[in-house]
Nanobody
Framework: QVQLVESGGGSVQAGGSLRLSCAAS???????????MGWFRQAPGKEREVLAR???????WYTDSVKGRFAISRDNAKNTLYLQMNNLKPEDTAMYYC??????????????????WGQGTQVTVSS
């Protein structure tokens, strides 16, 4: 029903920036505006964690570790979700995923609460 494809990952030095994209497709013409959208990351040996999410009304939420550095946004016309990442740190190294759900799961919910996922894009930050 909903397909998500991430892109924009890569290797950068600490302090650098990346913009991740999540191209959405499905039965709705503007999927990113019809679903709650989120960005997650998972480092080796760690649990998948939610970084940011964007509700249907445009409200945003960020986890403390990325607040002020990352920004979630969407382009409805392009049906694309973005994650602008600035001042990257080595601890940001992880596989990054975008996700979608018909509603925004409650904060603290497991990642399995989200119905649709992209394949992930690797972000590596070196010092």
């Amino acid at each position: 029903q909903v397909q998500l494809v991430e892109s924009g990952g890569g290797s950068v030095q600490a302090g650098g920036s990346l913009r991740l994209s999540c191209a959405a497709s499905g039965y709705t013409v503007y999927t990113v505006s019809s679903y709650c959208m989120g960005w997650f990351r998972q480092a080796p040996g760690k649990e998948r964690e939610v970084l940011a999410r964007l509700g249907l009304s445009g409200n945003t939420w960020y986890t403390d570790s990325v607040k002020g550095r990352f920004a979630i946004s969407r382009d409805n016309a392009k049906n694309t979700l973005y994650l602008q990442m600035n001042n990257l740190k080595p601890e940001d190294t992880a596989m990054y995923y975008c996700a979608a759900n018909a509603y925004c799961p409650s904060l603290g919910s497991k990642y399995t609460s989200w119905a649709y996922w992209g394949q992930g894009t690797q972000v590596t930050v070196s010092s």
